[in-house]
């Protein structure tokens, strides 16, 4: 079974919760690498709600354990609106181009307000556990499903922002392709006593449409609705420098990631996808990389 063939793009250009700058000229830049015509040509009837206000990541002085907390808010209840908007109508699927990782808070609230209580699958090399007590470098992006759980050291603002509290519960989370040696020892603990459901990298190197398929069949227990997120972090930065973290020598590569997104993306119960975590800056030190990520992209989330 495929997922629905009618999909509407909303553009979250933020990187407010990011470790720099060059998040936020994701959305424009697929766009511009004519990811809305790949997205065509394998069958989908898009529809492009455009991107949201520009929001690039600045250094936060005042608050330097939660930098740009304000506008990161202001960014998660935006994107849910969107989202939310996105999906009044049946049968669509939202995808959102991000944008760093907290943009996905807003997809999540946005999909729970328009179809109700939805699964996740977190594919991401690092699992977003931290919380502004546990790490020190104030980034928000690396904290977003902490926030999502409500975590004890959470920003209260930012786990109230999607108006529901906690959004997930740890059993509605899948995290996939997630790496221990990736996680602080804050994070390893939290998953163990959280008693997270995890399908790790190794796992999905060794077989990635098999531990796809098997991050499905989990899902699906929970609720027969669920958004994917994705962190192009997951990729081996050496292999296809996409990501704004330079994980080199770790991770999967491209095509291993793009054949387990190609299953993760396959059940008609996905409601929405979250691309984050891509710097076109760094995609631009591989000439036409952006463009073949593009059609890839497009290629495994319209398989069928």
């Known amino acids: ?5 009618r999909l509407t793009v909303v553009g979250a250009p933020s990187g407010a919760g990011a470790c720099g700058v060059g998040q936020e000229q994701a ?5 511009g690498a004519g990811l809305l015509e790949s997205l065509g040509g ?3 009837e898009v529809s492009d709600l455009g991107d949201s206000p520009t929001v690039p990541w600045r250094p936060d002085r005042a608050r330097p354990e939660a930098q740009n907390l304000e506008a990161v808010v202001d960014v998660v209840r935006r994107t849910a609106t969107r989202v939310a908007d996105a ?3 049946r049968d669509r699927v939202a995808l959102v181009l991000g944008g760093d990782c907290t943009v996905g808070i807003g997809t999540i609230a946005g999909a729970r307000s328009a179809v109700g209580d939805v699964a996740v699958a977190y594919f991401d090399l690092h699992s977003d556990l931290n919380t502004p007590a546990s790490a020190t470098d104030g980034a928000l992006d690396w904290m977003a499903l902490a926030h999502m759980l409500a975590l004890e050291g959470s920003e209260p603002t930012l786990a109230t922002a999607a108006g ?4 997930l ?3 509605q989370v899948v995290l996939f392709a997630q790496s221990p040696s990736h996680a602080t020892r804050f994070e390893r603990g939290e998953i163990e006593r959280l008693g997270m459901t995890r399908i790790g990298l190794e796992d999905v190197r060794d077989d990635p449409e098999g531990a796809a398929r098997r991050a499905l069949d989990l899902l699906a227990t929970v609720s027969d ?3 994917l997120h994705l962190d192009l972090d997951v990729v081996d930065f050496t292999d296809a420098p996409l990501s704004e973290h330079p994980s080199r020598n770790t991770g999967l590569k491209l095509d291993e990631m793009l054949s387990a997104l190609r299953i993760l993306a396959s ?6 996808i979250t691309l984050t975590e891509l710097n076109p800056h760094n995609a631009a030190a591989d000439d036409g990389l952006l463009e073949r990520f593009a059609d890839s992209f497009a290629d495994a989330i319209g398989w069928q």
Do not use: S, W
């Open 169 to 171: 519960e740890p059993t």
């Open 87 to 89: 999906l009044l109508e």
């Open 164 to 167: 529901t509290v906690p959004l």
């Open 1 to 5: 079974m495929a997922m629905d063939r």
């Open 27 to 31: 959305p424009a830049a697929l766009r």
């Open 42 to 44: 394998v069958g989908f």
């Open 225 to 227: 609705r669920y958004v």
């Open 267 to 272: 059940n008609p119960g996905l409601v929405a």
